[in-house]
């Protein structure tokens, strides 16, 4: 069965400083890869997605970036975190139209 | 582009009571539709999903949705909530596998009262 890893659950950084936060999938190749946001209190937006290996698109500009090194492994980065990166990071992965997302268990990041 | 609403931002229920949370999308065909549950600090989990046949989906933990292209909804339902539904449930929208075709609604928190 599929599996989707993602890690750290929190962590707390400081403003300036750098992120990477980690997601990998199992029991499937050449998934759909996303990144969502959550800030408190509010819907998921999605940061970007990747359909390939080295495939990334971006949904809004932000201090964030994306990769994805491996078919089943998609990073999210930024070189220096703001206060409003704060938030709860979803990695989720999708094969097609008629599938819904299966989702990570989240990071709660928060920028102090 | 589709868009999805959920008028209810926040619903309180007592234990045992029926439950329906409101769906309704914009979107010019019938897209695929879903709900999904998010307990506090974790992912997201799908409950039940749409796309073609009956109207009236099962989804796990006891929970239906209806597909009503008349009114453009997907109602969230439940006949007797339990303390362990309180959660923030979301509907979402699906045209095509990539991102932007794949749209959350804003969200409605449970609270269950005992």
């Known amino acids: 069965s599929q599996t989707i890893h993602q890690w750290p659950a929190t962590l707390v950084q400081p403003v300036g400083s750098p992120l990477s936060l980690e997601c990998t999938v199992e029991?499937?190749?050449?998934?759909?890869l996303y990144w969502y946001r959550q800030a408190a209190g509010r819907g998921l937006q999605l940061l970007f997605y990747?359909?390939?290996?080295?495939?990334i698109s971006s949904e809004v500009p932000q201090n964030l970036s994306a990769s994805r090194p491996q078919d089943r492994q998609f990073i999210l980065s930024s070189k220096k975190l703001l206060l409003s990166d704060s938030g709860f990071y979803l990695c989720?992965?999708?094969?097609?139209?008629?599938?819904?997302?299966?989702f990570g268990s989240g990071t709660r990041l928060t920028v102090v | 582009a589709q868009s999805v609403t959920q008028p209810d931002i926040h619903i309180t229920v007592s234990e045992g009571a029926s439950l329906e949370l409101r769906c309704n999308y914009s979107?010019?065909?019938?897209?695929?539709l879903f709900w999904y549950v998010q307990s506090p600090g974790q992912g997201l989990q799908l409950l039940l999903k749409?796309?073609?046949?009956?109207?009236l989906v099962q989804g796990i933990k006891g929970f239906e949705a209806e597909f009503k292209r008349s009114q453009s909804s997907f109602n969230l339902r439940k006949p007797s909530v339990h303390w362990s539904d309180a959660a923030e449930y979301f509907c979402?929208?699906?045209?095509?596998?990539?991102?932007?075709?794949?749209?959350f609604g804003p969200g409605t928190r449970l609270s269950v009262l005992p």
């Open positions: 979107y010019g065909a019938t897209p695929y």
């Open positions: 979402a929208v699906g045209t095509a596998p990539y991102g932007q075709n794949f749209v």
């Open positions: 749409y796309f073609s046949g009956d109207t």
């Open positions: 029991g499937t190749s050449n998934p759909n």
């Open positions: 989720a992965w999708r094969q097609g139209a008629a599938d819904g997302y299966t």
């Open positions: 990747s359909v390939g290996i080295g495939q």
